[in-house]
């Protein structure tokens, strides 16, 4: 009976020692893959506090955590503290500087060697003081008549103050402007003492992007006057129908004495930290690919506002319909690996 249980133990014995091995292979190589994961570090996005911003670092960061195994985190915030917060490497990525409106702030930070300036993500954007068209064409579909048809130019905005009556000041009229600490509220500002519309308007400074749309909305939606500061790519300008009012052509002149003058075609960058090149090499040569159009960046923005959901939802989004256009940013190894998380 012993003779015949030997090669059962053996067997056992055997089996025994070799899966040991194996789960010992298994951990070390697991170990491994946890070293080479931490290795890499944290990769933290500037989540500027207007829409087209988040929905760009979502796109790059859904890239980079699944084709590229990095983590990603974001920090939200206004342009000026998030760009300080960039050149002191505690943010590593801005998706969306608006160059020409942060200049002073932008040239200070790369003249020190701060920032890597990696290119365009868009420039066919626009920005500037807007009305609906109803005002000045009238709707004929909805029974509104031409309230201001003369009404072109900065030139003609003095006389039309009664037509924007500010319910908190009624001896002026009220412009919708930028939010507080949006580099926008800064120029606009300026622009309205040097255009002497100061005098005539109060400029209402909404809390946040969102407030400034859903008060342009509601007028639109009622056909009442609206008078304020927009800009694209934003859903607006998909939805509705705008007019810009005119402005002396752009000059840096005009530009430096009190931006009296219309905006000029602003470079919307990919800007990193100085020491991205090292930390991540792989997904700065990603970030260099990227770009998009302010007409498709509209168009996602429209989808969010559509149906109700936020900058990571839109990403996937994007994600999933426009394989052509991002699949060409990244290697085809690293676009498979994005399109099994999709």
Known sequence: MLRNKLPLLVLI???????????????????????????????VFADYNWQSALFNNRVAQFIIENGYGYKTDSMPGETIPLMQGMSTGDIDVSMEIWVQNAQEAYDKWMG??????????????????????????????????????????????????????????????????????WEADKILTEKFATYGLDKHYKIFRPGSGTALATSLVKAYEEGKPWFGYYWAPTWVFGALDLTQIEEPAYSEKLWKDGYGCAFPSVDVNIVVYKDMPEKAPEVVEFLKNYSLKSALISEALAYMRENKVDADEAAIWFLREKTDIWTKWVPDDVAEKVKQKL
């Open 13 to 43: 014995t055997a089996l025994f020692f070799t899966l040991a091995g194996v789960a010992g292979c298994s951990s070390g190589e697991a170990d491994n893959a946890g070293e080479s994961n931490s290795a890499k570090e944290t990769i």
């Open 112 to 181: 020190e060697g701060k920032y890597i300036d990696l290119g365009t993500n868009f420039d066919d954007n626009v920005q500037g003081l807007f009305v609906p068209t109803y005002i000045i064409k009238g709707d004929p579909e909805r029974g509104i008549e031409p309230m201001a048809p003369d009404l072109k130019s900065i030139e003609d905005l003095p006389r039309y103050w009664e037509l924007f009556k500010d319910p908190e000041d009624p001896t002026k009229g009220r412009f919708y402007g930028g939010v507080p600490g």
